[in-house]
C-alpha cells in the first residue's frame, strides 16, 4: 500500500501517528500474526517455566490448604480477612484498566487506545480469575462455595440478597462473563485472520472453529460495530459498579477506617491506577520481547503514565480525605485508626511504603521526559504496583489489628503457605498471559488497521474537496491519479 | 441458495453452477465507489467484504440501520425484572429474611444485584443477538471457495454479487465493476447438491 497520498488528515491536527508510519495494512497482519506463527523467542520459554512452576507450587500450596483447613494461615481473630481479601482485591483492581481502556476509552473516541485494548483485556480476564480464587479458597471449607448462590437447597434458605459480600458475587462474576464476551467478540475479526493465513490444517480449524466463520462482511460489521458499541456502553457503568460493589464489603461495615462514604470512588480511582500500571509493566515486556515497538509506541506509554499521573493524584487526595474526615468527624475510633495506627502504629511501615509508592512515585510524571522514559516508567508502574498492594493490606489490617477491645488487639504474621498462595497466583496469571501472547492476536490487528490514515476512504484525495455521494462517479479517476503521483 | 430459474445447468450431482461473482479492489476508497456503484445499480443481493469496517460503508451500501439496540433493551428489562423477581420470591416470599433492622423488600439493597443482572442480559443480548443477526456461526460460504478471498481479512476489499440477484448478468455485472476498478473479478462456483 504504497499509494497512500502524504497529505493525510492525521497531520491536520499535528497530531503524532498512532502507528509508525512504514505501516501498511498488511504490515501489520504480518507483524501482529508473526508472535502465533514463528517459534517462541527464549525469553518467552524462560517466562513460561518460571509461570508453570509457580501455578504447580500453587496448586500443591492448596491442596495442603484444603487438606489442613486455613489454619496454615497468619490469619487470625482479629486480622480474619488479612492477605486473602487484600489480594483479592489487589487482583481485581488491576483488572480493571482492561475494561476501562476498551469502554471508556472507546466512548471517549480514544483511538490510541487500539494498540493496547486486546492484551489488557486478556491481563482483565486472567486478573479476575486470579481474584475470584481467593474469596473461593478463604470461605475454608471450599465444598460448601455453593451457599452465596442462589440455588435450592437443603436448608431450605436463600442467600441474603442486603450482604455486600452476596452483591460482590454478582458483580464479579457479571464483570468476569462481560469482560470475557467482550474479549472473545473483539478477537473474531482477527482470529479470521489468523484463520486464513494458517499453513496447517490444525490451525486453520482451531482458529477457524472461534472465528465462526467470520467473512469481513459489512452486513456484519454494521451489526458487529453496534454490539460492541453497547458492549462498551454498558461495560463502562459495569466497570464503575465493580469496584464500588467492592469498597461496600468494607463500606457498609462499622469499623473505624472502613465505614466511609468516599470508599466506592476512592476504589474505582485506585483500581484504574493500579490497572494501568500492570498494563504498562506488562506491554513494556511484551514489546520488547515481541518487537511491537511500531504497534506500541512512546506515545501510547505517555499517555498511560498522564492517566497514572491523574489516578494516582485522585488516590493521594482520597487519602488525605481520609485523614480530614477523621479528624472533623470528631470520632475518637476513626481518629485513633488514621492519627495512630496508620502514622506511626506497628503499621506504619506499611502505610508510609504505600504513600511513597502510590503518591509520591506518579509525581515524577509531570515532566514530559519522564512519561517518555522507558526505564523510569516500568519502574513506577512497579512501584505503584507494590504501592496498591500495600493500600489494601493497611485498609485491612490497620483497621482490623486494633479492635475496639485491647483485649483483642493482634498483629499479622503470614506463614510460608501465605506467601506460597500469593506467588502462586503471579504463576496462574502469567501462565495464562504468556500462552494467550504465544498464541493469540495481542494487538487488535482490525482495530489498528482502521485507525490508519490510510484506512479514511476520503484519504487518496484528501484535500482536494469533502467526498460526496453525489459527486462520487467522477471521483475514482480523481482519486487514482492523486494516489499513483 | 434459493431459486435459480435462469441457469439451467442444474443436473446430477458433482457438477458445478456459479453462485458469486467476487471482484477485488485495492483501497478503502475503490471499494467505497464500487460499492456506490452496486448500490446504484440497483442490486439487494450482494455484500461487501472489507478486513476492517470502512467508515462509511453503511451509507455507500444503503444499508438500514442495525436492529441490535431492540435486542438488547428487550434483553436489559429482562434482567432487571429477573433479577427483581428472584430477590422478591426467595427474601420475601418463600423466606423472608429481616436483616440489620430493614424489611424484607429493602429496594436500596437490590439495586446492586439488579443492575448487575440488568448489564448481565444485556451483554448476553448484544453479543447473542448479533451472531443471530448476522447468521454466525458459518464456516461454510461460497466466498472462501476463492484463494485470493484469503485476503479479506489481510489488506484486500472485495465486493461479491449473488449470481441470483435479479439484476445480475454476468458480462454487464463484470464491466460494472471492472469500471469501479477492481483489479481481478472472477466467478465462484458450488457444487449442485
Redesign the interface.
Known sequence: ?S?VNPNLPIKDINEVPLAAESY???GI?EDVARVTETPAPRGWWVMFLIAVSLLGALGLTLAYLFWKGIGAWGNNQPISWAWDITNFVWWVGIGHAGTLISAVLFLFRQKWRTSINRAAEAMTIFAVICALMFPGIHVGRVWLMYYPF?LPNSM?????????L??DV??VS?YF??SL??W??GLI?DL??L???SKTKIRRMAY??FA????????????????YM??AA??T??VL?VHS?VS?DFATSVIPGWHTTIFPPYFVAGAIFSGFAMVLTLMLVVRVVFKLHGLITLKHIELMNKIILATGSIVGYAYAMEFFVAWYSGNEYERYVFFVSRMKGPYAWAYWSMIICNVLSPQIFWKKSMRTNIPVTFAVSIFVNIGMWFERFVIIATSLHRDFLPSSWGYFHPTPIDVMVYLGSFGLFFTFFLLFIRWLPVIAI??V??VLP????????YGHDSHD?HD??E??AD??AT?EA | MASHDHDNEHKASGEKRPVLLLAEF????????A???VRDAGFTRW???????????????G?SD?K??WI?AVMAATGFTSAFA??YY??VV??P?I??G?PPL?LP??A??A???T??F???G??F???G??K??????P??VSER???????KF?VSIEVDDPKYDEKKTRELLEG??ATHVEVLEEEVV
Open positions: 500500500m499509494a501498511d495494512f498488511h497482519t442462589p431450605g434458605i436463600w442467600p441474603n440478597f442486603k450482604s455486600p452476596l452483591w454478582f458483580a457479571t462473563t462481560v464476551l467482550f472473545f467478540v475479526p479470521a485472520t484463520r486464513d493465513r477457524g472453529a465462526l466463520g467470520w467473512r469481513g462482511s459489512n452486513r456484519h460489521w454494521q451489526n458487529y460495530e453496534r454490539a453497547i458492549l454498558i461495560s457503568p459495569l459498579s460493589v461496600f482490525a482495530e488497521k482502521g490510510a484506512a479514511d476512504p476520503h484519504a487518496e484525495h455521494d462520487s462517479h471521483k475514482p482519486g487514482e494516489a | 485495492d483501497t478503502p476508497s475503490k471499494i467505497m465507489h460499492a456506490e456503484k455484500d461487501v467484504h472489507t478486513p476492517f469496517p470502512v467508515h462509511g460503508m453503511d451509507k455507500a451500501m444499508l442495525s441490535l439496540g438488547v428472584m430477590i426467595m427474601n418463600d423466606y429474611l436483616v440489620g430493614k429493602a439493597s437490590i446492586p444485584v443492575f448487575e443482572l448489564i448481565l444485556s451483554a448476553f448484544a453479543v443477538g448479533m451472531f443477526l448476522n454466525l456461526p458459518r464456516h461454510h460460504h466466498v472462501f478471498f484469503e485476503r479479506a481479512t489481510d489488506d472485495f469501479a476498478h
